[in-house]
C-alpha cells in the first residue's frame, strides 16, 4: 500500500503544512504529512473489483476500563515546552501488548496548543493526518496549529499524538539511510527472473532489518492497538469523548475509534475515506486506478500548458501516458544524472514515485511539468528526484525518516499480505495493467513486501458500524487519486450514524483545500454539533 496523508491545503484557505504526503522541501509543491485508491465508480475509470467486501464488523469493546488499564487511564502528562512558541508537549505511556498490560508499555510523543478564545472552550480537538507513518505532532506544529480556521482553534485546544511507530513516539526502524537509498531504486517492474530475484532480495533484506531494529515493537503497531491509545489520551486530557479530525489513513483510525468505543464519540470527520472491509489485494488495485484516475486528469491539463513535454493540445490522454511510458522504459535502461551529491541517478522506480507523488495535488502540477522537461528535454532528472524523495520523506542530508518503516508495519499487521510470492504477482500483472496502463505494473510489484514480513498479521477485513455512535462526518472526493471516492460511499453506509459530505472535484482530501462550502460544514459541526445533511455535495 502507498502512503495515504492529508494534503497542503489550497493557498487561498491559509498556511500550507509543512508535513504531509508530499513534503514542502520538494520545491514547495508538495504536503509532508498521506494515499490510497480511486474506485470502479469514479469517472474515466472501468476497474472492476475482484474480491468480495468483508461481512464481519468490528466489535465493540466492554465500556468499563478493566481494571489493569486503570494506571494508564489516570495519567498526569508533565506538559513542557517542545521549542515551538505556543505548543506543549508531553510523553504519555499505553501497554505495549493490550491482552499484557503488565508486559511493559510503549512511549507515545503527545503536543497540544491551547484553545485561544475568545469563546466557551469545547475541550480538545485530536487530529491525525494520515499515513500510516505520518507525524501527527509534526502536522500540528507545522500546520494546523497556525492554519486551522481561527475559531477552531479560539475553542478547542488543538492535540496530536504520533501513533506507536511513528516518528517521535516510540518508532520502527528498519534500514540505515545508505541501505534505504538502495531499496528506492530498486527496480520495480523486474523483466527477468534476475531482477525480481533482486527485488524479492531487498523486500527480505528490508523485512529483515525491521525485524532486527524493532523485535519488541514490530507486533504491536496495529491501527486496533492505536485506537485504543487515542482513547487513553482521550481520558488524560479530561474529555468525556472524543472530538477528532482524521485524513485519509486517519479516517481508518478514526473509524475503528468509532467501532472500539461507540459510546465516547463526540465530533469525528473522517476526510479521505478508507473502506475498511476491503482486502489488501483489492485496495492496492484501487489504488492503481486511483493514480491513473489523477493521470487521467493530470494529462488533459497538460496538454492545455506550454511547458508541457507529453504532447501538444491535440494529445489524448492514452497518448500522453504512452509517451511517459516510454519515458520510463528509457530510464530503465539508462538512469540519467540527477545532480545528487550521493551519486543516485534517477531511474525508472524513482522517477515514477516522483510522478506518482505529485498526483495527490493538483497544485504540484507546475512542479512536474517543469520535472518531467527537464528530465526529458535536458537529461536533468534534479527536480523529479527531489519528488520522489518527498514521496519517501528523504531530507536534502540523505536522511530518511521512518514514514516508509511504520508504513509497512502497520499495513502488512493490519491485513493478510496481498501476494504471498512472485508468482502470485505475474498472475495479477495483467489486471493493474489494465487499472492503471502507466503505473500498474510496479504498482503491482510494489504490493510484496509485505510476504516476506517477520511477523504474521493481527487484522482481517472488516465493517465498522458503531452502532450508538453520536453522528460522524464522512467526506469524500470525487477524483481523490489515493482514497476513491467509492470508498467514502462504503464507509459511510457501513457507519450507523454517518452523513456523506462529498467535495466535487481533484486532489486527495477536501477540508481546508478551497471550498467554502466543505470548509463552512465541516467548521459548522465541530463548532455547533450540527453535522451536514446526508448526501450534501459541494464544488
Known amino acids: 500500500m ?73 495519567q498526569k502528562p508533565a506538559w513542557r515546552s517542545c521549542g515551538v512558541p505556543g505548543f506543549e508537549c508531553a510523553t504519555v505511556r499505553a501497554p505495549l501488548d493490550y491482552d499484557r498490560p503488565g508486559a511493559g508499555d510503549v512511549r507515545l510523543a503527545v503536543a497540544r496548543k491551547k484553545a485561544t478564545g475568545p469563546g466557551k472552550r469545547l475541550g480538545s480537538l485530536l487530529l491525525n493526518p494520515g499515513g500510516p507513518g505520518g507525524s501527527a505532532v509534526a502536522y500540528l506544529q507545522h500546520y494546523a496549529g497556525v492554519g486551522y480556521p481561527d475559531e477552531i482553534r479560539a475553542r478547542y485546544d488543538l492535540v496530536a499524538m504520533d501513533p506507536r511507530g511513528v516518528a517521535r513516539s516510540e518508532s520502527v526502524q528498519c534500514l540505515d539511510d545508505r541501505d534505504m537509498d538502495a531499496y528506492t531504486q ?60 482524521g485524513a485519509s489513513y486517519g479516517t481508518f483510525l478514526g473509524a475503528t475509534y468509532a467501532g472500539l468505543f ?24 484501487d489504488q492503481a486506478a486511483g493514480f491513473d484516475a489523477a493521470f487521467q486528469s493530470f494529462a488533459k491539463d497538460c496538454v492545455r500548458q506550454s511547458d508541457c513535454s507529453l504532447g501538444g493540445r491535440a494529445a489524448t490522454p492514452k497518448q500522453v501516458g504512452d509517451q511517459l511510458a516510454a519515458f520510463f522504459r528509457r530510464l530503465d535502461a539508462r538512469p540519467i544524472p540527477a545532480g545528487d551529491t550521493g551519486g543516485r541517478r534517477l531511474g525508472e522506480s524513482l522517477a515514477t514515485f516522483g510522478v506518482i507523488a505529485a498526483m495527490y495535488d493538483q497544485a504540484a502540477w507546475p512542479q512536474l511539468r517543469a520535472a518531467l522537461t527537464s528530465a526529458m528535454k535536458k537529461n536533468d532528472g534534479a527536480t523529479l528526484l527531489a519528488l520522489a524523495d518527498s514521496y519517501y520523506e528523504r531530507d536534502s542530508g540523505g536522511h530518511y525518516s521512518n514514514l516508509m518503516y511504520a508504513n509497512a508495519a502497520v499495513n502488512c499487521l493490519d491485513l493478510p499480505a496481498p501476494f504471498t510470492s512472485p508468482e502470485q504477482v505475474e498472475e495479477f500483472v495483467p489486471a493493474f495493467e489494465k487499472a492503471s496502463p502507466v503505473f500498474g505494473r510496479g504498482l503491482a510489484w510494489n504490493t510484496l513486501n509485505c510476504a516476506y514480513w517477520p511477523v504474521k498479521n493481527t487484522g482481517r477485513p472488516h465493517r465498522i458500524e458503531a452502532r450508538g455512535a453520536a453522528p460522524i462526518v464522512v467526506v469524500g472526493t470525487t477524483r481523490d487519486p489515493a482514497t476513491p471516492y467509492r470508498w467514502a460511499q462504503s464507509l459511510s453506509r457501513q457507519l450507523s450514524s454517518a452523513r456523506l459530505l462529498t467535495f466535487d472535484g481533484d486532489g486527495h482530501t477536501a477540508y481546508r483545500r478551497g471550498s467554502r462550502c466543505i470548509d463552512s460544514a465541516i467548521n459548522s459541526y465541530l463548532l455547533q454539533g450540527t453535522p451536514p445533511a446526508n448526501g450534501k455535495r459541494c464544488s
Not at 491559509?14 to 470502479?40: F, I, N, Q
Not at 463526540?266 to 482486502?279: C, E, H, N, Q
Open 2 to 74: 502507498h502512503i495515504r496523508r492529508a494534503l497542503r491545503p489550497n493557498s487561498s484557505t491559509g498556511p500550507r503544512p509543512r508535513t504531509s504526503l508530499r513534503a514542502a522541501r520538494a520545491g514547495g509543491a508538495l504536503l509532508a504529512a498521506a494515499a490510497l485508491l480511486v474506485s470502479a465508480c469514479t469517472p474515466g475509470t472501468t476497474h472492476r473489483r475482484t474480491e468480495p467486501a468483508a461481512d464481519a464488523a468490528l466489535a465493540a469493546l466492554p465500556r468499563a476500563t478493566p481494571p489493569a488499564l486503570s494506571p494508564y487511564y489516570g
Open 262 to 285: 461507540p459510546d465516547r464519540v463526540g465530533r469525528l470527520v473522517l476526510d479521505g475515506a478508507l473502506d475498511p472491509s476491503l482486502s489488501a489485494r483489492q485496495t492496492n488495485l
Open 186 to 245: 530498486t527496480d520495480f517492474t523486474p523483466d527477468d527472473r534476475e531482477e525480481v530475484d533482486a527485488l524479492v532480495a531487498e523486500y527480505r533484506k528490508f523485512a529483515e532489518g525491521c525485524g532486527a531494529r524493532s523485535a519488541r515493537l514490530l507486533r504491536h503497531v496495529s491501527t486496533v492497538e492505536a485506537a485504543r491509545d487515542m482513547d487513553i489520551l482521550r481520558a488524560i486530557l479530561g474529555d468525556g469523548k472524543l472530538n477528532y479530525v
